[in-house]
């Protein structure tokens, strides 16, 4: 999917949690993260690094270009995934699970 999304070629911007300017908040877990963008469509995959929790992406739509009209959904199984805001998604992580979000 992530190939299929346009990883890997000169079209698709590669954030990395280290990097400054990271584009990603990440609240209510102890989570790293990377982030995709390709056109008006980011992925950010968050990974949990302690103990779970109630996981909260605030992707920042002005330094990727995504939309503020942007939704977002489990990249796996398409799931939809509801915030309080544009950009801003929250969902339960488990102790050193994964999740794929697709904003678009």
């Known amino acids: 999917k992530l190939f299929e999304f346009g990883y890997g070629t000169d079209e698709c911007r590669v954030y990395n949690y280290?990097?400054?300017g990271f584009p990603l908040s990440i609240e209510g877990v102890?989570?790293?993260a990377i982030v995709?963008?390709?056109g008006p469509r980011a992925i950010a995959i968050?990974?949990?690094y302690g103990e779970g929790g109630e996981c909260t992406l605030g992707l920042d739509l002005a330094a990727t270009?995504?939309?503020a009209t942007v939704s977002a959904r489990?990249?796996?199984t398409g799931e939809d995934i509801v915030g309080d805001a544009p950009g801003r998604v929250t969902?339960?992580?488990k102790k050193?699970?994964?999740r794929a979000v697709l904003f678009e």
Request: glycine residues 8%; aromatic residues 12%; proline residues 8%.
């Open 30 to 32: 102890d989570g790293r």
């Open 36 to 38: 995709l963008v390709n």
């Open 96 to 98: 050193h699970d994964f």
């Open 74 to 76: 489990d990249l796996e």
């Open 18 to 20: 280290w990097n400054e």
């Open 65 to 67: 270009g995504v939309p």
């Open 91 to 93: 969902f339960p992580l």
């Open 46 to 48: 968050v990974t949990d």
